[in-house]
C-alpha cells in the first residue's frame, strides 16, 4: 500500500532550528516534495528531492535517503510566519502525487 | 500575473444539489488535479487530467464528475451522490508530471452542507 508519515504537531522557538521528518512506503518513487500550507490558504511548494541527499534553498533545507525511505525538511532561523503545516508528499510510478498528513508548527516568541 | 484561480472562495450546497466548482489557470499547464482536504488528513485526489479531453479517476472519485474542454479550465462537480462533500477543495495545475515540475495550486473552495 501508500504510507506517508509525518508528525501530527511540532512546536519551536523563534530563531531557533527545527527538523520535521518523514517517511514514506509508496508503490514506486519518483521524487519527493515538500509544502508549506497556512491555515485556509493554498499550499506553496518549498522543495523537491529526487537523489539522496541534501537540497538547500536559503533558511530550508531538503534531505533524502532513497534507501531508508525517508526524507527531512530543516528550517532554521525560525521566525513567527513559518507557524504553518508542512506536507511531505511523493510522486509514484503513475506519476501521481501522494500527500501525508501535515505537520502542524507553531513557532512561539 | 500568471496562476491558478478558484471560484468561489465559499459554497453552500442543500441536499439533493449539484453544485459547481471552477478552476482556471493561465500558467499554460498541460496538467490538472482536483483534491479534497478534511480536518487531519492529507490531500486526497479526486481526479485529474494530463490533457485536454481526458482525464482519470484519482482515489475518492465517486461522488464527483470533471470534464476538460479547454486547456486553461478544469471543473469540477459535487454531485447529490456525494454523502459528506463538507470539505475544503484544491485545484492544482503543473506543466506535466515530469522531473522536478511541482503542482501549484489555488486558493481553494471550502465547501459546506446548509
Known amino acids: 500500500g501508500q504510507n506517508i508519515d509525518q508528525p501530527t504537531e511540532m512546536t519551536a522557538t523563534e530563531g531557533a532550528i527545527v527538523q520535521i521528518n518523514c517517511t514514506y512506503q509508496?508503490?514506486?518513487?519518483?521524487?519527493l516534495f515538500w509544502y508549506q500550507q497556512h491555515a485556509g490558504e493554498a499550499p506553496t511548494f518549498l522543495s523537491y528531492n529526487v537523489l539522496d541527499g541534501l537540497e538547500e534553498k536559503g533558511r530550508f533545507s531538503s534531505f533524502l535517503s532513497r534507501s531508508k525511505g525517508y526524507s527531512y525538511l530543516l528550517l532554521k532561523e525560525l521566525q513567527m510566519k513559518d507557524s504553518a503545516s508542512y506536507l511531505c508528499?511523493?510522486?509514484?510510478?503513475?506519476?501521481?502525487?501522494?500527500f501525508g498528513t501535515g505537520t502542524r508548527l507553531q513557532v512561539f516568541p | 500575473d500568471g496562476g491558478i484561480t478558484q471560484s468561489p472562495k465559499y459554497l453552500f450546497r442543500k441536499e439533493g444539489q449539484n453544485v459547481t466548482l471552477s478552476c482556471e489557470q493561465n500558467l499554460n499547464h498541460d496538467a490538472m488535479y482536483w483534491y479534497r482536504q478534511d480536518p487531519g488528513q492529507g490531500l486526497r485526489l479526486i481526479y485529474y487530467s494530463q490533457i485536454v479531453n481526458d482525464f482519470q479517476k484519482g482515489d475518492i472519485a465517486e461522488g464527483y464528475s470533471v470534464s476538460r474542454e479547454k486547456k486553461e479550465s478544469f471543473p469540477l462537480t459535487v454531485t447529490s451522490a456525494q454523502k459528506n462533500p463538507t470539505a475544503f477543495y484544491l485545484c492544482?495545475?503543473?506543466?506535466?508530471?515530469?522531473?522536478?515540475?511541482?503542482?501549484?495550486f489555488g486558493d481553494g473552495t471550502r465547501l459546506s452542507i446548509l
Open positions: 508528499a511523493v510522486r509514484d510510478t503513475a506519476d501521481k502525487l501522494i
Open positions: 509508496t508503490s514506486g518513487f519518483n521524487g
Open positions: 492544482a495545475s503543473s506543466n506535466g508530471d515530469r522531473g522536478h515540475q511541482p503542482q501549484h
